[in-house]
């Protein structure tokens, strides 16, 4: 079946949906070319659109595919910084909190993630997209790696 036989609200609802999960691809390509301030610091406006994006709208468990630890914190600048530098492959987000390990790793394990003892990271079902960070316990930070939509 070609999209010309779609009703028009199926062709919006899919087109909104493919907006909705990946927000951050015209902002970053937009987001214009890095500056310098006058103390001579160098500003990259991608990561500062980025960043203005995600203080508006934190990223929700939709985007993210799981649903996070309790007092998770999302470290904002240097998640909106990872998002700019890997686009448009991964969209990275970056979390701090503060939990034993293994309950963190039963926590996305009862969501359907699966532990990879030799990467040590917890794969998404696809097994291309991941959580790493794993390496303290207890686990002060991880970082959330999925694919654009």
Not at 57 to 64: D, G, I, K
Not at 102 to 115: D, P
Not at 138 to 149: A, D, E, K, L
Request: glycine share 6%; proline share 7%; net charge positive.
């Amino acid at each position: 079946m070609s999209l010309s036989h779609l009703p028009l609200c199926v062709l919006l609802a899919l087109s909104s949906a493919s907006a909705m999960a990946d927000r951050f691809a015209k902002i970053v390509e937009e987001g214009g070319e890095p500056t310098v301030t006058k103390g001579g610091n160098l500003v990259n406006q991608k990561r500062v659109a980025v960043q203005k994006e995600l203080t508006q709208r934190p990223p929700t468990a939709q985007e993210l595919g799981v649903t996070l630890p309790p007092r998770s914190t999302l470290v904002l600048e240097q998640t909106a910084r990872q998002i700019a530098q890997y686009h448009p492959v991964w969209r990275v987000y970056e979390y701090r909190m503060n939990m034993p390990r293994q309950a963190f790793i039963e926590h996305f394990q009862q969501q359907g993630l699966r532990f990879d003892v030799h990467a040590n990271n917890l794969k998404f079902g696809n097994g291309d997209e991941f959580i790493d960070g794993l390496t303290q316990d207890p686990m002060t930070s991880f970082r959330v790696w999925r694919r654009p939509q």
